[in-house]
């Protein structure tokens, strides 16, 4: 995480664009303390940063002392959840900052933290940093993605039986790297937060993802982008780069896709789980079935041109019960 350069900057910009001489900040979860630092440098009055894990809350007091910045940055050593505005921090934030996301931005409790810290730590009109955050879901094919997560066999036992437990694929980049993911389709939100007023509602959405290529599609990956600032954003895309690992979540079986298709999937969430399904591959109309719809229309027009009796006109034209693949909707004009 502190090796990741375009992570750290875009938090130095973020903070730099957001806090103003003067403001109270809060860093929620100090780590070994860059964010911190990050905001005494962009001017902040003082920086209150919390962390829950004693050790580590140690090791960061002695980097902010190595660093000179004691006397403006205060490591409290608490869940935030436990601070207390008059005991902890004199008054509440101008501005909470907080990088307490994992690969699908819930897991780690970002909801509940910001959700309490926004409503008993920070001033009414408080700015966050990230300010809001999206859930994005796309149709990949990777076979070497099957074949790390729900390999066939091992020493020539079939384990395939297995598999019901591997749905949810959490690669590390490295993973990620190897299984050269192929999109087949565009990203597709799935759920938005806003992380300056946010909440922990559990939500449910079902979800249309379009595919723009034929393949075989074996996973939908789920990615996040998060805004920190205006313009500034951080994110785990297929592109993207980074530290993050990424989800996939594994279909049943593989399903194969044409260009206009869409599969059709349910997702969840509630405070730190997302889960997601998939439902169906919707098809595109086939091409032969479209024609025929078509020439059905014309062989319509051509009985009613000539009245009752007419004989149907010669091939290509035949009514949709005998042309191959007929579309249910020729049917309907029987
Ligand atoms: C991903 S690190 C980020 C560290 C640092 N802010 C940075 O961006 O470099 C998250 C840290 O937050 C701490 N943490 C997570 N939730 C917390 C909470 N609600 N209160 C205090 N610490 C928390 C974890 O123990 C961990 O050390």
């Known amino acids: 995480m502190l090796a990741d350069t375009a992570r750290n900057s875009a938090y130095a910009r973020a903070l730099e664009a957001k806090v103003k001489p003067g403001d109270v900040v809060l860093d929620i979860g100090c780590g070994a303390g860059l964010t911190a630092m990050l905001a005494a440098r962009a001017g902040a009055k003082h920086v209150y940063t919390c962390e829950q894990q004693p050790l580590i809350a140690q090791a960061a007091t002695q980097v902010i002392a190595d660093n000179g910045l004691s006397d403006r940055i ?20 101008d501005v909470v900052i907080s990088e307490i996301v994992d690969t699908v931005l819930l897991g780690e409790g970002a909801l509940a933290t910001l959700t309490h810290a926004m409503a008993a730590l920070a001033k009414p009109d408080a700015r966050a940093i990230p300010e809001q955050g999206t859930l994005l879901a796309q149709p990949v094919e990777s076979r070497q993605l099957l ?16 598999h019901r437990f591997a749905r949810v694929a959490q690669l ?3 993973d990620f790297e190897a299984c050269g993911l192929r999109p087949l389709g565009p990203v597709t939100e799935l759920f938005a937060f806003d992380f300056t007023r946010p909440d922990i509602n559990p939500a449910r959405s079902t979800t249309e993802l379009a595919c723009t290529a ?26 993207s780069g980074g530290h993050w690992g990424r989800t996939a979540f594994l279909l049943d079986h593989p399903e194969t896709a044409k260009a206009g298709d869409r599969l059709r999937v349910t997702a969840q969430h509630d405070a730190a789980r997302l889960s997601l399904s ?10 032969p079935a479209a024609a025929a719809l078509w020439m059905t229309r014309g062989w319509i ?19 949709p019960s005998e042309a191959p693949n007929a579309h249910p909707l020729g049917q309907a004009f029987h």
């Open 172 to 174: 590390t980049p490295n």
């Open 147 to 162: 074949d790390l997560w729900r390999p066939q066999q091992a020493e020539g036992f079939d384990l395939s039986a297995f």
């Open 278 to 287: 998939v439902q169906d591959l919707l098809q595109a109309a086939e091409e």
């Open 214 to 239: 034929a393949g075989s599609i074996h996973a939908v990956l789920v990615s996040f982008e998060m805004d920190l600032a205006p313009g500034i954003q951080v994110a785990n895309g297929l592109h």
């Open 301 to 319: 027009a051509h009985r009613q041109l000539l009245g009752p009796g007419a004989a149907a006109p010669q091939a290509p034209v035949r009514p």
């Open 74 to 93: 205060t490591v409290i050593p608490k869940w935030s959840h436990d601070i207390v505005v008059g005991e902890d921090i004199p008054e509440r934030a």
